[in-house]
């Protein structure tokens, strides 16, 4: 996935592993892949541009204030593994805490918004990767499971065992 990363300087086009990249110029903002953004970063030529609290806390009261799941940019996860990995490598632990703690309450509500369509996984909305992978690794397990609740009549034996479950 791609991080959001803003140029602190000017960057000529660059040609690396084959892709053209640039050019940009000071000020500018773009979406580059995670390795690209943290040498661009090391390099001292862009800052890749961390999820702030506000951000969350918008997002947070966008969902609670929402019936339906509110749109999340598709590198919303990538940007929090690398927000959360920053804030965990400066030591900022009460910064890292309360993001964590943020993330918690999103993450919440998302996911109760997220099990609606464990029947329908094909009608879920755009939302990020990540989210689209939990609802069609639940989908099937929850649909064993209704199955195995709905079989009657039926002796169901534990793998090995003599006796029926």
Known sequence: MKLPVRFLREVDQLEVAGRTIGPFDEGE???????????????GLAEVETL???????????????????PLPANFYEQVRYTLRNLAERGDRA???QMKAQLRILLDRRVMKLFRFIFSPEDVPDVPPEERLLVNVIFPIVER????????????????A???V
């Open 29 to 43: 903002r773009a979406e580059l892949w995670r390795w690209e953004a943290e040498v661009f970063q090391e390099e």
């Open 52 to 70: 702030q609290p506000i951000e969350l806390k918008k997002r947070i009261l966008a969902e609670e204030m929402g019936q339906g799941l509110q």
């Open 95 to 97: 910064a890292l805490d």
């Open 145 to 160: 499971w209704m199955v195995d609740l709905f079989r009657t009549g039926e002796e169901v034996t534990r793998v090995g």
């Open 162 to 164: 003599e006796e029926p």
